[in-house]
């Protein structure tokens, strides 16, 4: 018998005065139900869900896995900075040291690179590019000039080399006409486009990847961790004939709520734990920017995990119900799981292609994929409260019919034994 399924029977029946022989009278409850045995509904749920935290937060699992995430998300951070320590260097020859001046005066016009020109053995430059000390090797003059990389060219840096190779001819031809090339550039430069943003995103790409990443993952992590241990904690207490004890004091629906409840705090604890850790980490090195209002976001984010989890979990409580064994546990919740991983992968694959389109803006609207596509969008900044207000409304409407149809799932089903109990019979109505 699992400790959390040993203390469910322990808290409940001990509270219950017909299994306590020992227990005084007590006075009526206006909120007791006559099939709870004396407990009110509040009470019989509030009874399993602290029970359900007090067991869960005192484990070993608990504590090592909140630390070991608190280290992963140090490990992460590091990579990042470690990541834009320093320059792109790349390597000049001889003939390319010429060149110099115009390479560096067209990479500094690039913003979102950092590249330095160090000059370079010629008869040195594969060990350099093998030991990863430079980038690339640039070799010859301008009219036969050449990128030595190791493996894979770099394209923003052939874009650089290609438009200083073209200053550079321009220069010259426009010396032999007998242009002033420093009056032609000046020409040349007045003419530019000059480009405006209407919504100018505040972090970069890779900032964006990092956020997206970090917040679908996160959420993700936390349904199928905690929604599949609440599943498994059903599986037990069939299994070894507790929720019989249970259920002989409280009703099915109150046992499910209590332990929803229960595990629901225990993973908005470690979300918090978690969410605090990033943004310190975050803020002391500054790995990557985060949004002006941080305390915000983190309550959004909560109240995401919130919806999220009770709407998954409570399908994958009703889902184990109908099963026996741990051994059958997989092939009754997969059709949850793919619920709950569709909506990562697309976030993943779409936002980080193209935040603003179309069919990622409408999808993050619709439960179940809204308490993972939405909360990635509020992060970035660039969605409507109008868009979140009506994810929101769905996603609570939604949550209040799936539990209805997972509480009937439970109770139809938590109490048979054997085979699995077929779909059908688990959603009749009685």
């Known amino acids: 018998m699992s400790t959390a399924a040993q203390t469910d029977a322990d808290a409940v029946t001990a509270s219950d005065p017909a299994t306590d022989p020992g227990a005084g009278p007590q006075a009526p409850d206006p909120g007791a139900s006559p099939a709870s045995g004396g407990l009110s509904a509040r009470r019989a749920v509030g009874l399993v869900a602290k029970r359900e935290i007090n067991s869960r937060l005192r484990t070993k699992s608990f504590v090592l896995s909140t630390l070991g995430l608190v280290l992963a998300l140090g490990v992460y951070t590091l990579i990042i900075l470690f990541s834009k320590e320093g320059p792109t260097k790349v ?16 990479a500094d016009r690039a913003p979102d690179l950092d590249i330095e020109f160090v000059p370079v053995d010629g008869d040195r430059a594969e060990t350099l590019l093998r030991d990863g000390d430079v980038a690339a090797v640039l070799s010859g003059g301008a009219a036969d000039l050449t990128m030595t990389v190791e493996r894979e060219t770099d394209q923003d840096l052939l874009a650089v080399v290609n438009a200083a190779v073209t200053e550079q001819r321009t220069t010259l031809e426009l010396e032999r006409a007998g242009v002033d090339p420093v009056e032609f550039g000046e020409r040349v430069a007045s003419s530019a486009t000059v480009t405006k943003a209407l919504d100018p995103s505040g972090n970069s790409a890779a900032e964006q990847f990092a956020l997206i990443l970090s917040s679908t993952g996160l959420l993700y992590f936390f349904f199928i961790i905690y929604g599949i241990m609440l599943a498994q904690g059903v599986v037990e207490e069939k299994t070894s004939r507790v929720v019989e004890l249970l259920l002989s004091s409280i009703r099915p629906w109150q046992l499910l709520a209590g332990k929803l409840i229960g595990v629901a705090v225990v993973g908005v604890t470690q979300l918090v734990l978690l969410g605090g850790a990033a943004v310190v980490l975050a803020e002391g090195t500054g790995a990557i920017s985060l949004p002006t209002a941080v305390a915000g976001t983190l309550l959004t984010m909560g109240v995401w ?40 992968v697309l976030g993943i694959a779409l936002l980080s292609k193209n935040a603003h389109d179309p069919v990622i803006e409408w999808l993050s609207l619709v439960p179940p994929l809204s308490p993972i596509l939405m909360p990635a969008r509020m992060l970035l900044g660039i969605a409507p409260a109008w868009q979140v207000a009506v994810s929101l409304v769905l996603a609570v409407a939604a949550l209040a019919g799936l539990t209805r149809i997972a509480g009937r799932m439970y109770a139809n089903s938590v109490l048979r034994s054997g085979s699995r109990v077929p779909l059908a019979e688990s959603l009749r109505l009685r």
């Open 91 to 106: 390597g000049l020859d001889a003939d390319t040291t010429a060149m110099r001046p115009i390479l560096t005066a067209v």
């Open 305 to 344: 995990f919130l919806l999220g989890f009770f709407l998954f979990a409570a399908m994958l409580a009703a889902a184990a119900a109908r099963v026996s064994r741990q051994e059958d546990l997989q092939a009754v919740v997969q059709p949850v799981m793919v619920l709950i991983t569709t909506p990562f």
